[in-house]
């Protein structure tokens, strides 16, 4: 993937992935986020970088959020984006998903930006051009989310300066889930040390999961927050309840749910995240969310910065 | 709902109602209308006022004509456009709408333009916001439909000097009318006087109804039309006819329809509008609406002049 | 038609079929999407010949490929571009086409791009315009398609330097594709006087129609291929293999796929085009879809170009 995604010199050519992307790489991205949110004066201020240059958004699986999102990034930095309408396109006329790129390509777009149920999705796709196209993952099935990796890094890194002395919660259902997988990935390779990952039994992955080393398996929120910095919660994928033996919301709310006195356990000003939507009362009481140690809106305008800044990497004339 | 509105000084923060807005305001609007239209050369000169800004259409039911109204002026304006894909987005997922809004807040989006079947939630909206955001009403439920009241009233303006002098019907589903409450609204406060509703029994508000102040009540269009300066017809939505206990649209064309015949009893040359889609030879005669006397597509064109000057009043950097 | 499209002095005001066209007005679209391709860098840099322009795609059939070629060629030169949703749009509501254009013209709509399964739709729409708006046709049943006839010759053009040299075998479903028409129409005009129909007998047009006058009818592709200089095969719709008596696509491809042995039976160096999207081994072979001697993503590529020739001639200032 290394090969993929990096060119000759550290240029990005692809966002696939942030396993095994070199810290400096990380960190060149974050500040150019942060350059990003200064130079559009937080988003108002047009730029024209990407002036010229076409991107599509091909999302298989529905995310208004992201796409929009992703939208905003690549138009705020003068890019034409096309939201390329999947269920109307000829992939219902059972043009492969390659025939599609391929066409594409030949009317001169520079990016795609690629949501798919499947894991592998957007890897299979860079590996398939025919141009100089770029591929940004915007989620693959339980694989990967690095941009939401990334906007979790800029979120934390505005709050703290040395990640070697956090600890951190993952919650929810690690196991399927791109979202804990990122952030997993940029925070080891930022440094974190003390990592815990809490869910039901049957939603953690393996404890010896390569993807998941160096991190701490714990059954209950209670324990799992003691101390925290920051509490990441996962969303809940509803059907996912019964396979893990949770017969309601109530019930999965009372077992890892975070609500106030649950957020007491941890350090005082521990910060709060999720990747959003959240389900109210489910994954964190609102009290918690609309608290004043809640980052959730702070990741969303995070979210647009550093999408800018992997889109300018990616596709900036030089 | 005042305070809500107009900021101090009085400069429009919201629109979410015509209902007690200043004659003052209106013609300011009115006023700023017409030199959008000259500055703008009728539609066919981009103006760089709304750059770097952002609009979020927010369409909870379907309307391509407003919307697409909408659209136009504010990209013509040089703004940013997201036509927000309600049934695809997070609502799906669960997401409250306040939730959805403070989000795309986050994102740095300067304008959310509502239409939702409930009346109410344009004012919910922008009692909830939690950035400089402004709220536009496209039409909510049967409460408010702001910018066709103004847009009847620019079309209006450009014929007649003295709004005092006009007697005007609207014929129709007044109870359910939107449009009718907001033509009212407007009409009444740039000193319309003779006001007449005429509508099916069941479908005339209460006489006594606040709303409707100072209009007479009449039962046949065949009277009601007798020396107007102008008819607004408005668009019958077929599931109430039996409400009405109208049995078909030939028989509602038979009574409440505007055929040249009925025109005749009308002032000579008295215009006629429609807020459209129009049914055929329902509402209104072919003869009638493809007549010379039809302002029907003026109106459409006055559409989005009346909301570049809305969205500039609103957004504009000053 | 001719007097439709046409304005006086030769200008093109619609563009609605190719028959008829005269061959200086085709040569000059040609050349001018050849400067298209220049000026632009392939499509990297953005013209602003339409700056001011709207344009409206409405799409009756779902094709995300044509329309977004569309899209891409009227951004690239600077247009605002409009995606009109048909199925939610007033149409749903009860409105009909042509007062739904004439309610987009008086919203200052310059440009109409019309795909419908009807044949004629676009010259309805056309004849009873009431601007200067122009009508593009993005195909109509069976009738034209010419911005892909533009392409094809366009693509074809850049190989060959004389057109009354050149034998072609356009092979499928002849009789219900006007792909086919758009392709005879336009080579034909260009100097083609050996031009091959290949089809099943029930999908084979009467070799007496006029719109095929001067091609040669055929049984077989293996007969029909033998010497050709190029090959245009067109999409199969699935629907009509049973009115063509082929019981399945093993069958069609067997009999009427182009696979490299086939190929062997052209003149060495003959191209193969499709309008694409391809049903791979149906029409046409992996092997030769993806070999040297296809063209088919250079049509794509070159689709852009035809088109904005296309728009820029329609819609310049002058």
Redesign the interface.
């Known amino acids: 993937m290394h090969d993929l995604q990096l060119a000759a010199g550290g240029r990005l050519r692809h966002l696939i992935t942030l396993a095994g992307m070199p810290r400096a790489t990380i960190e060149r991205l974050l500040e150019r986020a942060e350059a990003m949110r200064h130079d559009s004066q937080?988003?108002?201020?047009?730029l024209d970088l990407l002036?010229?240059?076409?991107l599509i958004n091909l999302f298989f699986e529905?995310?208004?959020?992201t796409r929009?999102?992703f939208?905003?990034a690549a138009?705020?930095l003068g890019a034409?984006v096309?939201n390329?309408?999947i269920e109307?396109?000829?992939t219902?006329?059972?043009?492969?998903l390659l025939?599609?790129i391929?066409?594409?390509?030949?009317?001169?777009c520079d990016a795609f930006v690629v949501r798919h149920k499947e894991s592998g999705t957007p890897e299979t796709i860079a590996r398939n051009l025919?141009s100089n196209a770029a591929v940004l993952n915007a989620g693959d099935g339980n694989h990967a989310h690095p941009t939401q990796g990334l906007l979790d890094a800029l979120t934390l890194r505005r709050r703290v300066e040395d990640f070697s002395k956090l600890s951190i919660v993952i919650c929810g259902d690690i196991r399927h889930s791109r979202v804990a997988r990122s952030d997993v990935d940029v925070l080891r390779t930022l440094g974190v040390r003390d990592l815990r990952l809490c869910a039901p039994p049957e939603l953690l992955p393996q404890s010896d999961a390569a993807e998941f080393a160096q991190c701490s398996f714990v059954h209950t929120l209670d324990q799992a927050i003691i101390g925290c910095d920051a509490a990441i919660m996962l969303r809940l994928q509803k059907e996912r309840m019964e396979a893990a033996a949770i017969p309601s919301e109530a019930d999965y709310f009372a077992r890892y749910g975070l609500d106030a006195a649950r957020l007491a356990r941890a350090k005082p000003g521990c910060v709060v995240m999720h990747p959003?939507?959240?389900?109210?009362n489910v994954e964190i009481a609102d009290e918690v969310a609309d608290g004043a140690q809640s980052l959730i809106?702070?990741q969303?305008?995070n979210?647009?910065f550093a999408r800018m800044a992997v889109l300018a990497e990616l596709l900036e004339r030089r």
């Not at 002036?51 to 076409?54: H, V």
């Not at 529905?62 to 959020?65: K, L, Y």
């Not at 219902?92 to 492969?96: D, L, R």
């Open positions: 937080g988003g108002a201020r047009p002036e010229g240059r076409t529905p995310s208004t959020r929009t999102s939208d905003l138009q705020r034409l096309i390329f309408d109307r396109s000829s219902v006329k059972g043009e492969s025939d599609t391929h066409t594409l390509e030949a009317m001169h025919r959003g939507p959240i389900n109210r809106l702070e969303v305008s979210g647009v």
